[in-house]
């Protein structure tokens, strides 16, 4: 999924996730933290993903280094947080897109146990009463391989997003499906979506963090990390959204969600 330089410009992307550190060469329009915790990405997950969507550096810039993103902080230092949180973290984007509607992607990496189908789950809903607003959510199929996915990867409506293994090449037909990717079906729905890149990636590191402090064998540089997961393949299809929607400002999520899988390309090891 590539994007022009400024891919992303005049979109503003939601990252609902452990916060963004200050020192990060992103574009953050606001910092909102509900995590119950003090502001800053102590785990950073965070700033990766925001990275992804749009890090401006030269060398490991996101997707979209022209958007802004609008950091929703819902977990603490260690990762923690609950249903109650994350919906409160839902409402601060609602409350945005209601005076910025520049606010047209929202992305979020986690995975909950739920047993409730997504019609009745609150999450799963509030994803959807955000979606209806016209905000364009991305979520991650999860990381625990076949007939494992869960809420809110269960939601037909959302863009559920899992991992692609691109071999280090640029050449498509040695792409794969990792074996952690989440698949299956859910509630009739097969899942996810879309595969995107989600293996070896590099982004912004969050200096004194989690992350940069306990993985040194995964620091690029001073500034950078490389990470693999399926949240990672979340944060670079809302970052190709936001190019999208940079230059197609008319489309409906329904519409977006559409145009990005039905164009998606297919190899014998995508499925």
């Not at 190709?240 to 999520?253: E, K």
């Amino acid at each position: 999924i590539g994007a022009p330089a400024e891919g992303g410009t005049g979109i503003t992307v939601a990252v609902i996730d452990t916060g963004v550190d200050a020192s990060a060469d992103i574009d953050v329009s606001e910092h909102v933290n509900v995590s119950g915790d003090r502001r800053g990405d102590g785990l950073g997950h965070g700033t990766f993903m925001a990275g992804l969507v749009a890090g401006d550096d030269t060398q490991y810039g996101g997707v979209a280094p022209g958007a802004q993103v609008l950091d929703v902080q819902v977990a603490d230092r260690d990762g923690n947080t609950d249903l109650a949180r994350v919906l409160a973290g839902l409402q601060a984007v609602a409350d945005h897109r209601a005076e910025d509607p520049s606010l047209d992607v929202a992305m979020l990496a986690l995975s909950t146990q739920s047993p409730l189908p997504p019609w009745l789950d609150p999450l799963t809903r509030g994803l959807d009463r955000l979606w209806a607003r016209g905000v364009t959510v991305v979520v991650a199929s999860g990381n625990d391989g076949d007939d494992s996915v869960s809420s809110p990867a269960t939601d037909p409506v959302l863009l559920v997003a899992g991992s692609q293994d691109e071999a280090d090449t640029v050449a498509r037909g040695d792409d794969t499906v990792p074996d952690f990717s989440s698949y299956g079906k859910a509630y009739g729905e097969v899942r996810p979506d879309i595969v995107a890149p989600g293996v070896s990636l590099i982004s912004t590191a969050a200096p004194g963090s989690q992350a940069y402090l306990e993985n040194p064998g995964s620091r690029v540089g001073d500034d950078f990390l490389k990470g693999t997961g399926t949240s990672m393949s979340a944060a670079v299809t809302a970052g190709a959204l936001a190019a999208l929607l940079a230059q197609r400002p008319d489309l409906t999520p329904d519409q977006a969600k559409a145009l990005l899988v039905d164009t998606a390309y297919r190899t014998s090891g995508l499925r």
